[in-house]
């Protein structure tokens, strides 16, 4: 259906974390529909590296007082959103994780109001917003409250929209869009040179990558490697950077395994890298969704994962991979064995692996972005 080019606020987080390239993507893809999008945020998002037609950023800058000891992010986030709203006419506001941008979003649409400018807002929720941060008593209210208040709230799975409904004893209507995929960036084209170059003597490529916070159970991923290590000659990548990274290496250290365990720190091209592993692993205690899981899948690596949150909904047992109870490091080398060991089953594994992360391409995800922003005009 063919309809008016639109004028799109984003405000999201510019870091490497799953929701700002999630808001980035998303909007560069609109961008490439003829929509206007702008881009509101501290930093210039990791994703918005090069020039693209129809995408602006505006850069919320902080005022030095002496009194801030909090500089006030929020204040002055509120006062961007108005100014790009009202100078460049915007349709709608999307933000990406709900603190503090939902109520900020509110606040900006309350003062909008004052001047007579509507702008409808769509709130979309990406995991720790809820799980984990949301809930505690600091954001609870202003979290609770903000999701009552956005015209629309979408969550990135069911999982993620059965806890929120749970935590937040909200009754209004969520949305599930799940995380997408971008085919064109993320396929199977493994650069032999590239492995041969980590797999000197042809080992199997175990992978992983985050931003390296507790959630994520990195240590887990080790202990498997030092079981599947001992079987089969294996290296272990690790790649991102956070708060654990000291203490796994440290782990390493001790299991004695440190010289096969590679810390390749934060990457840019990580569809590269991907394409080199045999097996990636995802063992987090929280995930909504988890992006990196279906990266790997897209580029036909297969994913030994935790059955937790939303992440079932994206890795299939025995079908792209594996889904294990949290913490059952024995369980999962047990079934990254079975898949490493043989050949046929490995290869199997990588062709189904690849066709459920089709389930998740861009162009089937998108267009269920747009009906909700089309939605939302028509409601305002
Ligand atoms: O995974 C992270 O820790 C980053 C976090 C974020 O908000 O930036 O990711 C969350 O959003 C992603 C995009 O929607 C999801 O794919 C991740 O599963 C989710 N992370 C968690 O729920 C821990």
């Known amino acids: ?13 510019p870091t490497y974390g799953g929701s700002g390239v999630v808001a980035t993507e998303l909007g560069k893809a609109m961008a490439g529909e003829g929509h206007n999008v702008h881009f509101i945020s501290y930093k210039r998002p990791a994703r918005l590296s090069s020039y693209q ?3 602006w950023y505006h850069e919320v800058t902080n005022f030095e007082y002496p009194l801030f000891d909090f500089k ?9 959103i108005v100014d790009v709203a009202l100078h460049y006419e915007l349709d709608l506001l999307h933000v990406h994780y709900a603190i503090p941008h939902a109520i ?6 309350s003062i909008l109001e004052s001047k007579n400018k509507r702008l409808p807002i769509i709130t979309t929720l990406h995991g720790t917003d809820i799980t984990l941060v949301g809930i505690e008593g600091s954001f609870y209210p202003v979290v609770q409250f903000s999701i009552q208040q956005s015209d629309f709230v979408t969550t990135v799975s069911e999982s993620l929209k059965k806890d929120t409904i749970k935590a937040f004893e909200t009754n209004r209507e969520i949305v599930v869009i799940p995380n997408f995929i971008d085919l064109l960036r993320f396929n199977s084209s493994p650069n032999i040179e590239l492995k041969k170059s980590f797999a000197k003597n042809n080992e199997l490529i175990l992978m992983h990558i985050s931003n390296f ?3 994520k159970r990195i240590p887990d991923i080790i202990r498997i490697f030092d079981i599947v290590q001992k079987e089969i000659p294996a290296i272990l990548l690790l790649i991102g950077d956070g708060p654990e990274r000291s203490q796994l290496e440290d782990l390493c250290r ?6 096969k365990v590679l810390f390749l720190g934060k990457q840019e091209s990580v569809e590269e890298l991907l394409n080199i592993a045999d097996l990636f692993y995802l063992t ?11 990266e790997a899948m897209a580029c036909g690596v297969p994913v030994i994962s935790s059955n937790i949150g939303g992440i079932p909904e994206v890795n299939v047992h025995d079908y792209s991979g594996y889904v294990c109870e949290v913490g059952d490091i024995h369980d999962m080398a047990a079934k990254s064995l079975s898949i490493l060991s043989d050949p046929i089953k490995h290869s199997k594994f990588k062709e189904q692996a690849l066709e459920q992360a089709r389930k998740f391409e861009l162009k089937k995800i998108m267009p269920q972005y747009m009906n909700l922003y089309l939605r939302c005009i028509k409601n305002g």
């Open 284 to 294: 987090s205690d929280h995930e909504s969704f988890g992006l990196s899981a279906l």
């Open 254 to 259: 001790e299991l004695d395994i440190e010289p």
């Open 104 to 109: 900020i979003a509110y606040i900006a649409r």
């Open 213 to 215: 916070r507790k959630v």
């Open 1 to 13: 259906m063919q309809h008016k080019s639109l004028n799109i606020g984003v405000v999201c987080y």
């Open 53 to 55: 037609p129809n995408v």
């Open 72 to 80: 006030p992010y929020d204040t002055a986030l509120a006062s961007k």
